[in-house]
């Protein structure tokens, strides 16, 4: 029985039982769904063994939104508990678990995973290439990915939450500090996710420089294409940190190590030292997209040229380089002394320059532009003046003087919510209305769609403005509670009932979806928007091949000057294509991932090493198996091609 | 597939060229694990609390006898490439299984390396010194580890496949892989044992 009581709960409640049967429902509810209407196969076939980059891209996005829903629910709990003071609704441990799973969830398993879906289903069709350079990893990414979500996810039924905040500061998550298995969940399944990461930093990045159509320049890339690129090359400079890290944070908690003991010559600060100088560029990495769908969004609804299209992608640059330039700022009072504090002030500042040019950039675009108030178009109206505000805070935070009266308080909460939020969350909505046409081949509603930007703008002021106003009157982050005499009550109550409005704005999102595979209208042609890149220029859905024939390229808005000036895109004569052939590999060594990472966080050492050898098994398979992908033949694209005219 | 002539066989198809070109890439991902290893080795570089420093532990014999092996494999997988080039299936496969046979005295040496440390009360839990110089030392040698069994892999399918496209894009790229793993040595060579011993 010893062996079993590593599983439990170390801190029961009411919720987590509930969750623990409503897991355990929805589970069996699933299995027998697909069992019922015999889908295993199709399932098995058309999903878990693909390696299409749209496919794989609208894994990602699911996931997205499942933990989209999972972080949301953290967020209303944590706002529950702070509407009134002296609140019993959790209790401290509990808040604490919230509020850490909460970060890691929102951050690493949502906006991540809602990045890796456009750079997935939108960079290949940008830059009019048939798949990414290495699908077969592209696969493994997505499942080593999903498997570290998950392995992360069950930790509040199985053995108990991280508790040590986002961060995870050391001595905090330390062996000491928490005993629960809840840091080792943080430490193995974040490690797993980012290994995923990692590689699809190198996918891109060489599927980018490498696999642009005929003709494409690297300074005629689509914005957004710039936006990924840069993306991912700070996640192969950044992540790499996060790996070490982990390994000794595994280390210390697993292995008795000395990394972050305060004693025997350990040293906490190099935790968070080296969390930020991966965790500060990781912010880019998610900002940087969310600009680039903007971008695109921008210019084809005022039905204009991006402008300033040369210092939009010099900001970018210098964005990204200044990323790695800023990280000690998250911890001004945690004496470093004058001379670096000042650096890392000056730094942080700068870097508010390329993105102030980035927003005159997109206020030029709209100038005398032929403004259409879309969906997608609103959420950038709403973003432009909202992320401004974030940015602005943000150099509020950045002077390290002041930094003293603002640090760890709510003030703080209010400023990343209010860069993320407006920045990415909004970008990732506009971006999935933007595409949804492109990926199922109908439009969401524009009236649901509307309603749903002014609930969640509404919503997110209500939410998060009152934060500003008790962060300087001293409300600490991370606090489960405060009294009466505070003061801080009303304020609180005013930002659950934002909270509550953005939730109904999300509930929205969800009936819109609904709504719109009901009602709305299926023929809508290949370029609903009146869009400028490649990716409209293909068939709507995007056969699996991508383009028949490939794009030849001369200008930056390739399709828009092709319609406009009437030149034709696709020239020459369809010929066979070759195509990777789909694999269980990156499946099945991912579920053997899962395994591995669960028996180290347990310390149930055979199977770790079991596991271990089957993930070494599977990478000898693979480096003996032959795989030549397969050629789609050209009767079979004429075919296709066909039925897919015929079908407007 | 299509293959280009003009070019060496491991560059020769478009997906020989994008795989070198991502392995390079993925190179630079390995630069930057190695340097936070680095960075974090020098913060901890004096901090061996109630342990043994740098300068009383390491002994300049086995670790020159680890340099000395790795310089040389990493010399003659060069050869074997050369070889390979040169379309010469036995000398290639033979440079590489010396290579193999090199990288395997050198993880001997730093076996033996390590059970000194641990018996002369070093071990991965005495202090931050030592966690934090094992842990580097280890990431390299468990490199090592994995480039044998891979370079294995690979001599047998040179052996069962002869030198086509494919075989020579993996045998060219695992060359630029056990070449890193020499300069990452270096630099351990240099900034650890030397730095330590001074």
Redesign the interface.
């Known amino acids: 029985m010893d062996f079993f009581n590593r599983f439990a709960i170390p801190h029961p409640s009411f919720l987590i039982y509930a969750s623990m049967v409503a897991i355990g429902l929805t589970g069996i509810a699933v299995i027998l769904g697909i069992t019922y209407f015999k889908k295993w196969g199709y399932l098995w076939r058309e999903w878990l063994t693909t390696v299409d980059h749209k496919r794989i891209g609208i894994m990602y996005l699911i996931s997205a939104l499942l933990m989209l829903f999972r972080g949301g629910v953290d967020a209303i709990m944590l706002r529950a508990q702070l509407a009134i003071p002296d609140n019993k609704f959790l209790e401290s441990q509990h808040y604490n678990e919230v509020f850490t799973t909460h970060g890691v969830v929102m951050i690493l398993f949502m906006a991540m995973p809602f990045i890796m879906f456009f750079f997935n289903f939108v960079v290949p069709l940008q830059i009019g290439a048939r798949d990414v ?2 699908p077969r990893l592209n696969a493994i990414s997505f499942w080593l990915f999903f498997m570290g979500a998950m392995l992360f996810n069950i930790s509040f039924v199985i053995g108990g939450s991280p508790d040590a905040g986002w961060t995870s500061y050391f001595p905090l998550a330390g062996n000491d500090f928490s005993t629960s298995v809840g840091s080792n969940y943080y430490m193995i399944a974040i490690q797993i996710a980012g290994i995923g990461t ?1 590689m699809t ?3 891109f ?2 599927t980018i ?3 642009r159509a005929p003709g494409m320049k690297l300074m005629q890339m689509p914005m957004f294409t710039w936006s990924a690129l840069i993306s991912n090359l700070i996640i ?6 996060l ?3 982990l ?2 944070g595994t ?1 210390d908690r697993l ?5 972050f ?1 305060i ?5 906490d600060m ?1 935790w968070a030292n ?1 969390f930020w ?1 991966w965790g500060h560029p990781e912010v880019y990495i998610l900002i940087l997209p969310a600009f680039g769908l903007f971008s695109e969004i921008i210019s084809t609804f005022a039905r204009r040229n991006l402008y300033g299209y040369k210092s939009m992608v010099a900001s970018m640059v210098v964005i990204s380089a200044f990323s790695f330039f800023v990280w000690a700022h998250h911890f001004f009072t945690m004496g470093q002394g004058a001379l670096a504090n000042s650096f890392f002030s000056i730094t942080t500042m700068a870097i508010a320059v390329p993105t102030g040019v980035k927003i005159f950039n997109w206020l030029f675009t709209l100038w005398k532009g032929k403004i259409e108030f879309t969906t997608p178009m609103l959420y950038a109206m709403h973003f432009l003046p909202l992320f401004t505000l974030g940015g602005v805070t943000g150099v509020m935070l950045a002077m390290s003087a002041a930094d003293y009266q603002y640090h760890n308080t709510m003030f703080l909460v209010a400023h990343f919510h209010n860069v993320i939020i407006p920045g990415v969350v909004y970008a990732m909505l506009a971006g999935l209305t933007y595409y949804w046409p492109k990926m199922f081949g109908f439009m969401l509603n524009e009236r649901i769609g509307k309603w749903t930007v002014w609930l969640m703008s509404t919503g997110f002021i209500l939410a998060f403005i009152p934060m500003y106003i008790t962060g300087l009157d001293g409300q600490a982050r991370r606090m489960y509670t405060y009294s009466e005499a505070t003061g801080f009550a009303p304020l609180n109550m005013v930002a659950f009932i934002g909270a509550g409005i953005m939730a109904i704005s999300f509930a929205l999102l969800v009936y819109n979806i609904y709504y719109s595979v009901r009602y709305s209208p299926r023929n809508i042609g290949n370029d609903p928007w009146n869009a400028r890149t490649l990716e409209w220029a293909t068939h709507t859905p995007v056969p699996e091949y991508n383009f028949a024939v490939m794009p030849q390229v001369k200008s930056t808005e390739a399709f828009w000057d092709a319609k406009k000036h009437g030149h034709e895109i696709f020239k020459g004569k369809i010929e066979k294509i ?1 195509m990777p052939n789909s694999s269980g590999l990156p499946f099945i060594m991912s579920c053997i991932f899962f395994v591995f990472g669960f028996s180290m966080i347990f310390s149930i050492w055979p199977l770790a090493i079991i596991s271990l050898l089957g993930i ?1 098994g599977c990478l ?1 398979y693979r ?2 198996e032959k795989d ?1 992908g397969h050629y789609i033949p050209v009767e079979e694209i004429e075919d296709t091609e066909t039925k897919l005219r015929g079908a407007k | 597939m299509k293959i280009d002539h003009s070019l060496p066989l491991e560059y020769s198809t478009e997906e020989n060229r994008l795989k070198i070109f991502g392995f390079w890439i993925f190179l630079g991902a390995e630069i930057m694990l190695f340097a936070t290893l680095f960075t974090s080795y020098f913060v901890y570089e004096h901090r061996s609390g109630n342990g043994p420093s740098g300068a009383e532990i390491f002994e300049l014999s086995p670790v020159l006898m680890e340099t000395i092996l790795l310089l040389a494999s990493s010399f003659t997988i060069g050869l074997g490439i050369h070889a390979m080039r040169l379309g010469k299936q036995k000398a290639m496969m033979a440079f590489f299984a010396v290579t193999l046979v090199l990288g395997l005295g050198f993880l001997g040496f730093e076996i033996f390396e390590f059970t000194t440390y641990i018996h002369e009360g070093a071990g991965i839990t005495t202090s931050g010194f030592t966690s934090m110089l094992l842990t580097t030392l280890g990431t390299h040698g468990l490199h090592v580890t994995f480039g044998f069994f891979w370079g294995l892999a690979i001599l047998l399918q040179v052996k069962k496949r002869g030198l086509t496209p494919e075989t020579a894009n993996k045998s060219f790229i695992f060359s630029l892989y056990w070449h890193f793993l020499d300069v990452v040595w270096i630099f351990i060579f240099s900034f650890i044992y030397l730095k330590g011993m001074m």
């Open positions: 350079a290495f990692l930093g190198i996918n990045i060489t420089f490498k696999m192969v400079f950044a992540f790499p940190v790996t070490v890290l390994a000794m280390m292995f008795d190590t000395k990394f003991t004693g025997d010559g350990g040293s190099l080296l100088v070759h070494l000898v480096s003996f030549h």
